[in-house]
């Protein structure tokens, strides 16, 4: 299995709903990340972690709240966003730092389409 | 400030031809590259990725060249297909953080049959 999956594909919410993103992968990967996209900008990196831990908060506005319940498992948690918040959130995934430090190639779910009202 | 620029939105060649696409970084501490794929609806693919201790790196049709001194990659296909049309995403990282990749803004290529 070499997919990342990621619930919802599309999502509508208003600035007062709580509302969950989820992101798992099934190919043995110690590093999640989640990543905000607005139309015809990069990828933007949001949270990391590492083999469970929170490693990188990118000052994210504590409205997204992110969450590693197993390490299969990536959780966004979503409250009182902003309309300027509808993006598209892709999660990916890689197989996580080794003692010397290597790169490896992240590889990403579909992404969830947000759309706050 | 963007520290992966990719100034060409977008990309339109011939079906057969070689498509050039070329993205620029201002951070000499990168030292690792890759290029995604994106399609509409879906999330990037990785594609190919060259460590600064080369300087082109080849993979089937895909081949990444990486000019240190002039901060400059490029990914060629040969031959582009239709089946190329999407945004390519370059991304750089750097040893002080090896999980962090910085993308450049995508550009869209459309390969005509």
């Known amino acids: 299995d070499t997919e990342v999956t990621q619930t919802p594909k599309h999502l509508v919410m208003g600035m007062t709903n709580k509302k969950s993103l989820k992101c798992e992968q099934h190919?043995?990967?110690?590093?999640m990340y989640w990543y905000k996209q607005k139309a015809k900008k990069p990828p933007e990196l949001m949270f990391v972690y590492s083999y469970e831990k929170l490693s990188i908060n990118e000052s994210v506005p504590s409205r997204f709240s992110p969450e590693c319940p197993n390490s299969s498992l990536l959780n966004l948690h979503l409250h009182a966003l902003q309309p300027e918040d509808s993006a598209l959130y892709l999660c990916?995934?890689?197989?996580?730092?080794?003692?010397?430090?290597?790169?490896?190639?992240?590889?990403f779910g579909p992404g969830t389409r947000l759309t706050v009202l | 400030d963007q520290q992966v620029k990719q100034n060409s939105p977008s990309l339109s060649v011939q079906e057969g031809r070689i498509s050039i696409l070329n993205c620029d970084y201002t951070?000499?501490?990168?030292?690792?590259f890759l290029w995604y794929k994106k399609y509409p609806a879906e999330g990037p693919t990785f594609l190919i990725s060259?460590?600064?201790?080369?300087d082109k790196n080849e993979d089937g049709r895909f081949t990444v060249f990486l000019n240190k001194s002039a901060k400059h990659l490029s990914l060629h296909i040969v031959p582009s297909q239709p089946g190329d049309s999407a945004v390519y995403f370059c991304?750089?990282?750097?040893?002080?953080?090896?999980?962090?990749?910085?993308f450049g803004s995508g550009t869209k290529l459309n390969v005509k049959p």
């Open positions: 951070n000499s501490m990168f030292d690792y």
């Open positions: 991304a750089a990282s750097s040893p002080s953080d090896f999980n962090k990749f910085y």
């Open positions: 990916a995934s890689s197989q996580g730092p080794s003692g010397s430090g290597s790169y490896n190639e992240q590889f």
């Open positions: 190919m043995g990967h110690r590093a």
């Open positions: 060259i460590s600064s201790i080369k």
